[in-house]
């Protein structure tokens, strides 16, 4: 039986984080072999307790290996073995994360994919929008924007789910968190700050893939791994105030190598009052296209652990 559905922001992962911080250190003494031998008991107790992570990650699976049939790709298990094999690539971006933010991780090995475009609106000094999702390793993007001067990135989270992981980031590094802005809303003076950011140049991130934390979401559905999904509307109505080119961001490790990838989304977005919740739901739909090209490419590095597609009830959004 499922469980009741909960909002993504709900879910505590303190007690994983706990369990990393020993393993990161076992890594510092021992390196990455040790460091995977004595993840699985950790893992197993996460998979044993976790039953909502356990069923949307078995869901999500399903839903992958469905759509591998379809396009004649080798798909990754849906059973529990296969949900162990998610959770150990989370465990696995979690210490990249940690790595990264202790100064140990080899960012010069990382492959970067059509950032041209980019490169030359920095060297006008134009900024834009990054519409990122829950994929792979965010984090590396956020470390190399301090290691090119040209690339600056303020990333639009919601940490309250993630303090402990938060807090652990900072003893790390304390600059961890210069570059975060914790949203729960955009209101006028935060899209005017915004707004300044991408006038001198710099680059707003913002997730794709999980709706605004309120009683009320306003998303847009589209089809997503073969079902209808809600997708947050915000990333597209702040890129219309803030009249700026857009673009995706992927970053996910394939190989061992790590990859980030820039995708053109829109020289800039409009929103016509009388077409707004078409063009929204075109948006969306685009957005969620790519999103599920690139999780058929690394299946088990997106990470959200919660019933993505139980809001299909939800309104669009049409105001």
């Keep these: 039986m499922m469980p009741a559905h909960r909002h993504w922001a709900q879910i505590n992962e303190t007690g994983f984080v706990a369990g990393m911080r020993l393993l990161f250190w076992l890594y510092r003494i021992a390196g990455r072999l040790p460091f995977r031998l004595v993840l699985y008991p950790v893992l197993g107790w996460y998979l044993a ?16 290996q469905a759509a591998c049939v379809v396009c004649h790709i080798v798909a990754p ?10 959770f150990s690539a989370f465990a696995e971006s979690i210490l990249d994360k940690m790595l990264l933010w202790g100064g140990l991780f080899k960012t010069q090995d990382v492959i970067f994919s059509g950032k041209t475009h980019m490169q030359a609106n920095m060297q006008s000094q134009r900024g ?14 956020r470390v190399l924007s301090r290691q090119c001067r040209e690339l600056r990135i303020t990333v639009l989270v919601h940490t ?8 652990l980031l900072a003893q790390l590094d304390p600059d961890s968190q210069l570059n975060l802005m914790q949203v ?11 707004a300044e950011k991408v ?17 009320n979401p306003r998303v847009a559905h589209a089809t997503f791994l073969g079902a209808s999904a809600p997708f947050p509307i915000g990333p597209y109505v702040l890129a219309s105030v803030l009249q700026c080119p857009v673009y995706l961001l992927f970053a996910l490790t394939i190989g061992g190598r790590s990859e980030c990838h820039f995708e053109v989304f829109r020289d800039a977005i409009s929103l016509p009052r009388k077409r707004r919740e078409q063009v929204l739901a075109e948006l969306a739909t685009a957005y969620a296209a790519r999103l599920e090209t690139f999780c058929m490419k ?22």
Aim: proline share 4%; charged share 20%; with cysteine.
């Design 184 to 194: 729960t809303e955009l209101t006028p003076a935060m899209a005017m700050l915004l």
């Design 49 to 64: 307790t976790k039953s909502l992570a356990r069923h949307a990650s078995k869901d999500y699976l399903r839903r992958v």
């Design 160 to 167: 309250k789910h993630a303090k402990a992981f938060n807090r």
């Design 298 to 319: 690394a299946p088990l590095q997106w990470f959200n652990f919660y019933d993505f597609w139980h809001l299909s009830g939800i309104k669009n959004d049409s105001r």
């Design 199 to 215: 006038a001198r140049g710099e680059f707003v991130a913002i997730a794709g893939d999980r709706i605004p934390v309120s009683p």
């Design 77 to 86: 298990r849906a059973d529990l073995l296969g949900v162990l094999k998610h």
């Design 128 to 141: 834009g929008l990054l519409i990122c999702a829950h994929l792979g390793n965010l984090e590396l993007c």
